[in-house]
Each structure stands twice: as C-alpha cells, then as structure tokens.
C-alpha cells in the first residue's frame, strides 16, 4: 500500500501479476473480479439508506450541497431502476449542477465509500481479500471516450484500436442474435487480445480497490483524509454528513 500514490499517472506493463477488470471481464483465474461500481449484487447500508450498486453513493457526493435541487437529484439516484438509468437521467439531465468544488474531495470521497462498501457487505469483502496481494488491479476503460477514462482506469491505446474493430465487426453481425450469446461470444473475442500493448492512467479506482485489499487483509484503516471531507460539507439526503 506504500507504493499506491492517488492521483500519480502509471504505465503497467503487462504481467501475469497484473489483472485488469471491467463490466465485461470479470473474473481471472478462477477468481471474480466483480469490482465495477456499477456491478449489482453487493448493497450495503449507510447512514440509514440503502445503496444498491456503490455508484449511487457517490454520485450523491456529486450532488451534496444543502440545497433543495441536490436534495432532490439525491432523491432521484436512490430511485431510478438501475445504475446505468441514474448516468441516462441524472447525471445527463444535472450535469451542470454538479458541486464546483467536487474534484477537490472526489478521490477520497471514493475511497470512504469503497471502503464502506468493504465493511458492511461481506460478499464484496470476501471477493477483494480472494485478489493476492501481489496483483496489480487495473480498472480496464478500453473503448471509453469520456474524459475520466485514464483518471479512473487505465487505457491500452493498440488494445482499444483492436477492441474497436472487433466491437465494428460483432455489431454488424448482432442482428438476428441470441442477445446472451452475443455477448459471451464478444467477451471471448475480447479475451483473446488481453496480451495486447501497455496500460497508461492514473487507475484511481484500481488503486483505491488495492489499497481497501491491503487494508483488509491487514486489519488496518485506509488513510482517508477525514479533515478534507468534514470541510467539504457533503450532505446525504438532508443531512450533514461528520467523518
């Protein structure tokens, strides 16, 4: 965990001690890599609320003032059906109304709640502490055009030229389909370019995973930085939220 610096650009070289995650690939020999935010499976419960997939969590922080708006955006992720529903409807609609000051707490606001996901679901738990602690976890943003993809993850740019044309050439052979199989096939197709170029980014969240495994299997705290979320006055569904 010493060696994980937050917010530091890395190159990870591929390695059979790097293992590398997304909503696609999710186990690796033999152990599940289930890790996405947005993966169901894992709620938990937090200041008397209950998050079905961690994203929700966060993207409340997003929206945190004490304001009636945020009260109601709030509102709003803690309803709508799915996580991928909360991107289409909450955050397309609000995305201008997202606190100013937001990246400035974002990454430790995300490890304190990774680790609250670590503490009240045992599931979740019990798959991270299954991760040895010589594997490099990489959050994999291949085929991500949004701004964040190297702040979270990582990308492979010869591995995303090749995903590219092999998601091209599956989308063009989708109709018809059985949707399940589909999907399986692609997800084998996808397997077999994994030996592929060099991952780049700062990998936050394969980070923040690594350091709540490291923690975990320590019986130790991950260093969340209280003071910085006390003073950014983060309120959850009317209430002010004290770290």
């Not at 008397?48 to 945190?64: A, D, N, Q, V, Y």
């Not at 707490?105 to 991760?131: G, P, S, Y």
Request: with cysteine; aromatic share 12%; charged share 25%.
């Amino acid at each position: 965990m010493n060696n994980i610096v937050l917010g530091r650009e890395e190159t990870y070289e591929l390695s059979p001690q790097v293992w590398t995650y997304d909503f696609l690939r999710t186990s690796e020999k033999g152990i599940h890599l289930n890790f996405c935010n947005t993966a169901e499976g894992f709620p938990f419960d937090f200041n008397g609320h209950t998050f079905t997939e961690s994203i929700r969590l966060f993207m409340c922080g997003e929206w945190s003032n004490n304001t009636e708006d945020h009260l109601r955006i709030q509102n709003s992720i803690l309803q709508e059906r799915s996580s991928w529903a909360c991107y289409r409807f909450v955050t397309a609609l609000n995305y201008r109304k997202i606190r100013i000051d937001f990246p400035a707490f974002q990454l430790q606001w995300m490890l304190f709640v990774t680790w609250q996901k670590c503490m009240c679901n045992a599931d979740f738990r019990r798959m991270l502490c299954n991760v040895p602690q010589c594997v490099t976890l990489v959050r994999d943003k291949t085929g991500d055009d949004c701004q964040n993809a190297t702040f979270w993850g990582c990308l492979n740019v010869e591995r995303s030229k090749r995903v590219k044309r092999l998601w091209e050439d599956f989308s063009r052979r989708r109709e018809g389909q059985d949707p399940k199989e589909w999907r399986q096939k692609l997800k084998r197709e996808r397997e077999l370019l994994k030996n592929v170029g060099e991952w780049r980014g700062q990998n936050n969240m394969g980070k923040i995973l690594m350091i709540c495994r490291d923690c975990l299997i320590g019986g130790n705290e991950p260093p969340i930085d209280y003071d910085l979320l006390n003073r950014s006055n983060i309120y959850l569904l009317g209430e002010r939220l004290t770290f």
